[in-house]
């Protein structure tokens, strides 16, 4: 027992001591050990102390002689991964060690195609840190890593203008053989940015004129697209202005793309910027007038309630008598009492007769037809209206937030042109007015009907605008920083 403890601290004296060597990058400790343990390296992926192998550590501190050898010995290790699943690779890449990269390319190539826990590959590391040489030699190591993106979608020519590099970007557009044409036009999986779009949105003048210059971008210019709709012109048009947006204006401009947006008439401009004065919006004003809305509400749902079983002109009464004068039958009523109905004759020589008016009834509803009938309607929708608003501000909703403020004051202006309505329609059932008179009332209702639905119109589309807006803005990442 005593000796198995021996053998296990001993093995755990050389793994330090391997470790320690590759830290140091000095080979002849990494020979002796091997002398000593010629099975050390094929044991490094089973110890759970270290969160990765020496291999990893003489890659990213750039030993090319003690990785030879790990490599000579066991070249396995190039494909072992390390807490963040980066593999060798990776890190020599980052740090711009080619003639690490390239030895790792002859014994393992196959980790060109690993991603670690970012989803990004060896190629992604050396654009983002803007290694060209290793760029260039991962490609010609394994070209189909050139369509390779990363996490969010991105392939190395998004990583290149993200990340400011130029130079590199140049050289991937010279690899046509290797088809990057297709990589010039591809949008990210996020919104769907095309490297111009990324170009624009970090004010990379000298990228945006190199860009231009090339005919597959520039000719598709206008009709590359995010998922907002956006082009590259609209994008220019949008951004805040200073130098830099003027001179990606004009370089736009050089090869044939307005950038102006089209501007409205003076007259257009102000009569919208009165209407959005008058119609501001104001939560918290709502919200203190309460009280006075629940009321305003609880007198037109009453006003409304009494006009429905009161309605203008009177209901027939009971005990309806024929004229003692009058011998028509026609003024007879049905027998049955004092709650009998008036007969009705259907036809001109008043002989078919059925139930007609019968006491209760409105009076107005036999004398004017169709007036009554849009009494009705209009003193209805006046009542549910009314009564929904003094219902939500009874329930305690609270009026601050915009949709609500918007159906409150919707609900209200209903409530009250249809009021309105009511009052004129009921003027002309108890009113001998005439026939123009009483086409400047339907002429009045309509205008004061037509008045509300335009403004509910407005409101509610803009709410919808500013919602979509709203949503469009979470989604679009304007990129200011690597």
Same mark, same amino acid.
């Given at each position: 027992?005593?000796?198995?403890?021996?053998?296990?601290?001993?093995?755990?004296?050389?793994?330090?001591?391997?470790?320690?060597?590759?830290?140091?990058?000095?080979?002849?400790?990494?020979?002796?050990?091997?002398?000593?343990?010629?099975?050390?390296?094929?044991?490094?992926?089973?110890?759970?102390?270290?969160?990765?192998?020496?291999?990893?550590?003489?890659?990213?501190?750039?030993?090319?002689?003690?990785?030879?050898?790990?490599?000579?010995?066991?070249?396995?290790?190039?494909?072992?991964?390390?807490?963040?699943?980066?593999?060798?690779?990776?890190?020599?890449?980052?740090?711009?060690?080619?003639?690490?990269?390239?030895?790792?390319?002859?014994?393992?190539?196959?980790?060109?195609?690993?991603?670690?826990?970012?989803?990004?590959?060896? #190629?992604?590391?050396?654009?983002?840190?803007?290694?060209?040489?290793?760029?260039?030699?991962?490609?010609?190591?394994?070209?189909?890593?050139?369509?390779?993106?990363?996490?969010?979608?991105?392939?190395?020519?998004?990583?290149?203008?993200?990340?400011?590099?130029?130079?590199?970007?140049?050289?991937?557009?010279?690899?046509?053989?290797?088809?990057?044409? @297709?990589?010039?036009?591809?949008?990210?999986?996020? +919104?769907?940015?095309?490297?111009?779009?990324?170009?624009?949105?970090?004010?990379?003048?000298?990228?945006?004129?190199?860009?231009?210059?090339?005919?597959?971008?520039?000719?598709?210019?206008? @009709?590359?697209?995010?998922?907002?709709?956006?082009?590259?012109?609209?994008? +220019?048009?949008?951004?805040?202005?200073? &130098?830099?947006?003027?001179?990606?204006?004009?370089?736009?401009?050089?090869?044939?793309?307005?950038?102006?947006?089209?501007?409205?008439?003076?007259?257009?401009?102000?009569?919208?910027?009165?209407?959005?004065?008058?119609?501001?919006?104001?939560?918290?004003?709502?919200?203190?007038?309460?009280?006075?809305?629940?009321?305003?509400?609880? +007198?037109?749902?009453?006003?409304?309630?009494?006009?429905?079983?009161?309605?203008?002109?009177?209901?027939?009464?009971?005990?309806?008598?024929?004229?003692?004068?009058?011998?028509?039958?026609?003024?007879?009523?049905?027998?049955?009492?004092?709650?009998?109905? #008036?007969?009705?004759?259907?036809?001109?020589?008043?002989?078919?007769?059925?139930?007609?008016?019968?006491?209760?009834?409105?009076?107005?509803?036999?004398?004017?037809?169709?007036?009554?009938?849009?009494?009705?309607?209009?003193?209805?929708?006046?009542?549910?209206? &009314?009564?929904?608003?003094?219902?939500?501000?009874?329930?305690?909703?609270?009026?601050?937030?915009?949709?609500?403020?918007?159906?409150?004051?919707?609900?209200?202006?209903?409530?009250?042109?249809?009021?309105?309505?009511?009052?004129?329609?009921?003027?002309?059932?108890?009113?001998?007015?005439?026939?123009?008179?009483?086409?400047?009332?339907?002429?009045?209702?309509?205008?004061?009907?037509?008045?509300?639905?335009?403004?509910?119109?407005?409101?509610?589309?803009?709410?919808?605008?500013?919602?979509?807006?709203?949503?469009?803005?979470?989604?679009?990442?304007?990129?200011?920083?690597?």
């Amino acid at each position: 027992m005593e000796i198995k403890i021996v053998d296990n601290n001993e093995e755990e004296e050389r793994m330090r001591d391997l470790y320690d060597a590759a830290l140091k990058g000095c080979v002849s400790t990494l020979n002796t050990l091997l002398q000593q343990d010629p099975l050390i390296l094929h044991r490094v992926s089973s110890q759970t102390t270290f969160f990765e192998t020496p291999l990893h550590k003489s890659s990213l501190l750039g030993h090319l002689e003690f990785t030879k050898t790990l490599l000579a010995r066991c070249p396995k290790l190039g494909l072992e991964l390390d807490s963040f699943r980066s593999t060798p690779l990776h890190l020599a890449s980052a740090q711009g060690h080619i003639d690490i990269v390239k030895e790792l390319l002859k014994s393992c190539g196959e980790a060109c195609f690993f991603r670690d826990q970012e989803h990004k590959i060896p #190629l992604h590391y050396a654009v983002i840190r803007g290694r060209r040489d290793v760029v260039l030699e991962l490609i010609r190591a394994k070209p189909e890593s050139l369509t390779f993106r990363d996490d969010k979608g991105k392939n190395i020519l998004h990583l290149c203008v993200m990340y400011n590099h130029l130079e590199i970007l140049k050289e991937l557009e010279a690899f046509t053989h290797y088809d990057t044409n @297709n990589l010039l036009t591809e949008g990210d999986s996020d +919104v769907k940015n095309t490297i111009l779009h990324l170009a624009i949105m970090l004010k990379q003048v000298e990228t945006v004129r190199y860009l231009m210059s090339i005919p597959k971008i520039r000719s598709e210019a206008l @009709n590359l697209k995010n998922n907002m709709g956006y082009s590259a012109r609209d994008i +220019v048009a949008q951004i805040p202005k200073d &130098s830099m947006s003027l001179e990606m204006q004009v370089i736009l401009m050089e090869f044939g793309i307005n950038c102006e947006k089209k501007e409205e008439s003076w007259w257009q401009r102000k009569v919208f910027n009165r209407i959005d004065k008058w119609l501001v919006y104001n939560g918290e004003q709502l919200e203190q007038m309460r009280g006075n809305i629940c009321t305003v509400a609880s +007198v037109i749902s009453t006003i409304s309630f009494q006009a429905a079983l009161n309605p203008p002109g009177s209901v027939i009464q009971q005990n309806i008598k024929s004229s003692n004068n009058s011998s028509d039958p026609s003024f007879n009523t049905f027998p049955g009492g004092p709650f009998a109905c #008036l007969p009705w004759f259907s036809d001109v020589n008043r002989k078919n007769h059925t139930k007609g008016p019968c006491p209760g009834q409105a009076i107005s509803s036999y004398m004017d037809p169709n007036a009554f009938k849009f009494f009705m309607l209009s003193n209805t929708i006046s009542f549910l209206a &009314s009564l929904g608003i003094a219902l939500l501000i009874v329930l305690g909703v609270p009026l601050h937030r915009r949709s609500v403020s918007c159906m409150v004051s919707q609900g209200m202006g209903l409530s009250m042109s249809c009021l309105i309505s009511s009052y004129l329609l009921g003027v002309r059932l108890v009113s001998p007015i005439g026939h123009y008179q009483y086409k400047a009332i339907v002429i009045t209702i309509f205008i004061v009907n037509g008045l509300h639905a335009l403004i509910g119109i407005y409101v509610s589309v803009k709410l919808v605008m500013e919602k979509v807006k709203k949503k469009q803005n979470k989604q679009v990442k304007v990129y200011t920083s690597p």
